[in-house]
């Protein structure tokens, strides 16, 4: 098995018809490396959650390639790719076969699901009697419950209560000490200090900077600051 | 999945969503059947139920009045009604269901990679559980007035299911593929079929020449139903029906074919 890498070569997603088009990404040019754990900073519509879309596959680029190695799984917007109407545990079910796991590898795990999202008598009933909080735990267990290799977060970190946050990032440092990637979007910048060992400063489409977290950050602040 | 090159030609994906699609068959079998049951959730009756007695009492209706005004040279009017319907049920909930096909599968195109032949695959199995439950109550009611004629033509009722459902797949590839760009095609579509329904030799019958004969003659569903009809009730299969079909459905996957593949890396943005 190959490790877990992205690779984004001058990737370009332009939206929008010919006279008012408008680059959502400008070029970008990315490498991530298995056991990286990368945060996206950047002001609102800087293109952030576009990245995290196309890295995960789902927003071909207009130009130039994304290359992912690895089983990956994305957390974008909450409620996407639930059903309102069926049970915690059929959703589990669905989520799993939708991201294309066997029949017997979700029987094996879905157990360890159920335990991680712990919503008790609940998993048994439809998702629209959930709290948000209940939700966003049975997404994220299902996201991180078959050991994806690429993690991509987009605004996920910061959210549920303090228990929730505290398991979610054991999960995810769990994830990251078998050598794969998380790649996560999010504006609580020291939360994602305790997470990631990387930063990418993106603003209006283009990477402004990427390297060492405390580096990128205080390079943002210094920015904040002139202005 | 394990691996993603955004290099993938359109044709390849196009391919890759058709044939990856098929071989997840659980999942499209659990979305779909999982999204009939819940809209019975709760409910006493259930799925099963109400469809029967639905189409049962809408069928029976038809044979009390058709089969009453019809005269002897129209005998088996009513049945003619009944299975008409039961064809056109199903390719009308094809074509106006392949509308949304990207549309109303939207969440789930946004947040995980995936062939999207799932959805297309789904939408048409949909519509194929509801024609067989219509096909139950149809059934037994065309049984029991002896309108059913047993002969080896009913096998041709098996290739004729197959072509519509091909020409189902191909719908969900067009029609699905452009309302996700022009929003009023859906809308176009709900009215096409609304007025195809009288114009379609169903609740009346298609005499050579006139102006009936010449609509019927015109209108491709007169061709589909016929297929379909044709060997249930009247043991005859029609050699020009099937051409005019086969011919349809050919055009139909090409052009299906060439613009899905066209739109294929374009689609998500328009969701």
């Known amino acids: 098995m190959t490790s877990a890498r992205i690779l984004l070569n001058e990737v370009t997603i332009t939206l929008g018809v010919a006279p008012k088009e408008y680059h959502a990404l400008k070029n970008i040019n990315i490498d991530i490396k298995a056991g990286n754990r990368v945060g996206i900073i950047g002001p609102n519509g800087a293109g952030k959650s576009t990245l995290l879309r196309a890295m995960g596959g789902i927003y071909p680029p207009t130009r130039g390639e994304i290359n992912v190695n690895g089983f990956i799984s994305g957390l974008f917007q909450l409620g996407l790719g639930m059903q309102q109407d069926q049970t915690g545990y059929d959703n589990i079910v669905l989520n799993a076969l939708i991201s294309g796991q066997p029949k017997r590898i979700i029987e094996e795990k879905i157990q360890s699901i159920i335990d991680f999202a712990d919503l008790g008598e609940f998993i048994n009933l439809p998702l629209r009697t959930y709290s948000q909080g209940m939700a966003m735990r049975l997404k994220f267990a299902c996201a991180t419950g078959f050991s994806p290799e690429v993690l991509l977060l987009d605004e996920w970190l910061g959210a549920g209560d303090a228990e929730f946050q505290n398991k979610a990032k054991t999960r995810m440092k769990q994830l990251i000490t078998d050598a794969h990637i998380v790649v996560l979007a999010t504006h609580n910048v020291p939360l994602m200090k305790q997470i990631c060992d990387k930063a990418l400063w993106l603003e209006k489409g283009q990477v402004i900077m990427f390297g060492d977290i405390d580096e990128v950050i205080k390079a943002r602040q210094l920015k904040q600051q002139n202005k | ?271």
């Open chain 2, 1 to 271: 999945m394990h691996q993603y090159n955004s290099n993938k030609s359109s044709m390849s994906l196009m391919l890759w969503d058709l044939k990856e699609g098929a071989r997840q068959w659980r999942t499209w079998w659990y979305l779909g059947s999982s999204e009939l049951i819940t809209r019975f959730e709760r409910s006493f009756i259930g799925l099963f139920g109400w469809n029967v007695i639905s189409f049962g009492l809408f069928c029976l209706a038809i044979m009390l009045l058709f089969g009453e005004i019809s005269d002897n040279s129209s005998k088996n009017f009513g049945a003619s009604v009944v299975s008409g319907f039961l064809v056109y049920t199903l390719l009308s909930g094809l074509v106006t269901d392949s509308c949304a096909v990207f549309n109303s599968n939207a969440q789930w195109l946004k947040s995980v990679h995936m062939p999207y032949g799932i959805f297309v695959y789904k939408t048409v199995l949909k519509q194929f559980i509801v024609f067989l439950l219509s096909c139950f109550s149809a059934g037994i009611i065309l049984i029991a007035n002896n309108s059913i004629v047993w002969s080896m033509h009913l096998f041709m009722l098996l290739p004729a299911l197959v072509i519509i459902l091909l020409n189902g797949i191909a719908s969900c590839l067009f029609l699905g593929t452009i309302n996700a760009r022009y929003r009023d095609v859906g809308h176009l579509v709900n009215t096409i079929m609304r007025f195809a329904l009288f114009v379609t030799p169903i609740l009346w019958q298609a005499d050579s020449g006139g102006l009936r004969g010449t609509i019927a003659k015109f209108n491709p569903f007169t061709y589909y139903i016929d297929i379909f009809r044709a060997p249930l009730i009247k043991a005859e299969v029609s050699a020009t029906s099937w051409l005019v079909v086969i011919c349809i459905t050919f055009v139909f996957c090409l052009i299906s074919i060439s613009v899905y593949t066209h739109a294929r890396k374009k689609v998500i943005y328009w969701l």
